[in-house]
């Protein structure tokens, strides 16, 4: 069993639509991150964020730490927001902080 | 964004030959890390650094060596090159923060 599982892993929307993903963890975390990367592109942090929730634009992400569950929210979706979404938490192990990814959420915005 | 790049962004090598890919960083990061990226399994760790001639092994480490002999650069060598090896590279570096950055990828063919 993956450590960071996320769902949907596919996901189209019309343009104006509320769109959420989800992202569950098993592991003990010092912080979960939310990353985005656009078809061919690099990799974009998107959020940091070890409690509650925080808000960019309109991208919202929040944590649940006692369930373990993360939700990243679009409000208003566009297509320029067409790209994988990827879930990641930050564990230490053996004094160091690495990251441990989801298989991420492939988000089609459809005009 | 964190100035990092990597070179070269694209390679086609053979089986059986050597390998280099560089990682270049100028904003003094302390940590860096090497990913693959393939289609079903995301992101996985490979190698990582916690300062210079500081190394460790990921997931992934087989067939792979690393070295960093200054706090810019972060090389990921693969001795003898497999298909199994074809893959995207992303190089990524992180403060004490833990949130990372990421390089723009080289797409390594392996034929």
């Known amino acids: 069993k993956n450590e960071v599982e996320q769902s949907p892993q596919n996901l189209t929307a019309q343009e104006g639509e509320f769109i959420t993903i989800n992202c569950s963890y098993s592991?003990?975390?010092?912080?979960l991150h939310w990353l985005q990367q656009h078809p061919g592109g690099g990799i974009v942090s998107l959020f940091m964020?070890?409690?509650g929730k925080k808000k960019h634009g309109r991208l919202i992400a929040t944590i649940n730490i006692q369930e373990k569950h993360s939700s990243l929210h679009i409000t208003a979706s566009h297509p320029r927001d067409s790209a994988v979404y990827i879930c990641?938490?930050?564990?230490?192990?053996?004094?160091?902080?690495?990251?441990?990814f989801g298989k991420g959420t492939k988000l089609t915005v459809n005009p | 964004d964190a100035g990092i790049t990597q070179s070269p962004r694209h390679k086609v090598t053979e089986t059986g030959t050597p390998v280099t890919l560089r990682c270049h960083q100028t904003?003094?990061?302390?940590?860096m890390y090497w990913y693959r990226q393939d289609p079903g399994h995301g992101l996985r760790l490979i190698h990582y650094?916690?300062?210079?001639?500081?190394?460790d092994k990921g997931e992934v480490s087989d067939g792979y060596s690393v070295s960093r002999s200054k706090t810019e650069d972060f090389l990921l060598t693969l001795e003898s090159a497999t298909s199994s090896q074809t893959s995207v590279y992303f190089c990524?570096?992180?403060?004490?923060?833990?949130?990372?950055?990421f390089g723009p990828g080289t797409r390594l063919t392996v034929t």
């Open positions: 990641a938490v930050s564990s230490p192990q053996g004094g160091s902080e690495k990251l441990v």
């Open positions: 650094s916690y300062g210079v001639k500081d190394t």
């Open positions: 964020l070890s409690s």
């Open positions: 592991v003990g975390i010092s912080a």
């Open positions: 990524a570096t992180s403060t004490m923060s833990y949130e990372q950055y």
């Open positions: 904003e003094n990061h302390r940590y």
